[in-house]
């Protein structure tokens, strides 16, 4: 390809690429990667826990995952009944 990128070789190739480009991609285009968009020492912790592993299950079955915790910069935002927080 002319840009020097080339197409996923599996499906766990194309989430990681998917995944990369709403988070690190996201905070690049915000223009606030410095402070987001990864996990790094002195940036906002921000994520999300799911119920099963993306990469090991098939694509149609991603829509049906569901979110354990939420934490934003941090914090717990969120946490399902099922899932074991912290206090």
């Known amino acids: 390809h002319a840009s020097g990128l080339r ?3 599996d499906g766990a190739d194309l989430l990681a690429l998917l995944i990369e480009a709403y988070t690190i991609g996201g905070a690049f285009a915000g223009r606030t990667d410095k402070e987001s968009g ?3 020492v002195g940036k906002s912790a921000d994520l999300v826990v799911f119920d099963r592993n993306l990469f090991m299950i098939d ?3 991603i829509a049906d995952a569901k979110a354990l ?4 910069a941090g914090r717990t935002t969120y946490c399902a009944k099922a899932a ?3 206090e």
């Open 69 to 72: 915790m939420t934490i934003f």
């Open 7 to 9: 197409p996923p070789d």
């Open 84 to 86: 074991p927080c912290p």
């Open 59 to 61: 694509a149609a079955e």
């Open 38 to 40: 990864s996990l790094k």
